[in-house]
């Protein structure tokens, strides 16, 4: 699906990739100092992250059957990178939600939570290498300019 040319899936990827991180600073930050505004922060980051992440997780799910016919051999790094980054987002999906139990007065995270969140990050980013490699390598979603 496009928008504009553009596809859409490839718009949204950029967003969880941003506010993740940024939620893991706040926390971070928010462990630091005891401030619970960073704590807010990182819920939003969290929260924004997720609910982008799921609007890419459809428009990829979309995409898919695409791949399936027009590159067989670009499959299996996309299922993977599905597999990992579906992961990520359900497992920030679960951490944001867990907060809403003390909204809107959000606790800082401890040390596990903040080890969790930069694993997810770092399980991300290597999703995030099989889906470039879908774009750069196999030229998925890639319009091949008109002669």
Known sequence: MRVFGHPV?????????????????????????????????????????????????????????????????AVNQALVHAGINVCVIIFFTVTTYAQLKTYPAIEPDGKALIG?????????????YFGGNLVLKFGIAVRKPKK
């Open 9 to 73: 899936h490839l718009m949204l990827v950029h967003f969880p990739a941003a506010l993740f991180p940024l939620a893991l600073a706040c926390s971070l930050a928010g462990f630091e100092t005891g401030d619970r505004s960073f704590a807010a922060t990182s819920f939003y980051a969290g929260a924004g992250g997720a609910l982008l992440g799921w609007a890419a997780v459809v428009f990829g799910a979309l995409e898919l059957p695409k791949v399936f016919e027009e590159n067989p051999k």
């Open 116 to 128: 969790l969140k930069a694993g997810a990050i770092c399980l991300m980013m290597f999703g995030n």
